[in-house]
């Protein structure tokens, strides 16, 4: 008795997780993988993101001070090896269907 609460328990918070993407819509510029049905999904309003334009590697981004890593970046910058971009950000993640790879 215990182990058919659980299994519904676990069946209800499951077909939850999933329903509540139901009325979100793919992105205009994705097309959805046949299939494929949508896990995650995020919006950020603004975000600011620096892309690579060149070669960026020899510098430590994860463990140098903020200070250090400005005035690296203001040098990228300068150097036109990263652009600023600012907008929206959507973030969506799709479990595929069984047996197929994304490739």
């Known amino acids: 008795m215990k182990k058919l609460f659980l ?16 009325k979100v819509k793919d992105h205009p510029a994705v097309k ?5 049905n949508l896990v995650d999904y995020t919006k950020i309003e603004f975000v600011e993101f620096y ?3 060149g070669d960026v590697s020899g510098f430590d981004w994860y463990y140098e001070p ?4 400005d ?10 090896l990263v652009k600023k971009l600012e ?4 973030y969506y993640v799709y479990l595929g269907p069984r047996g197929r790879s994304t490739l």
């Open 87 to 90: 907008g929206r950000l959507y």
């Open 51 to 53: 892309l690579p334009l």
């Open 66 to 69: 903020q200070e250090k890593m």
């Open 71 to 80: 005035k690296e970046l203001e040098r990228l910058l300068a150097k036109n």
């Open 32 to 36: 959805r993988y046949q299939g494929s």
């Open 7 to 22: 299994l519904t328990v676990i069946l209800l918070f499951t077909s939850l997780s999933f329903s509540q993407y139901d």
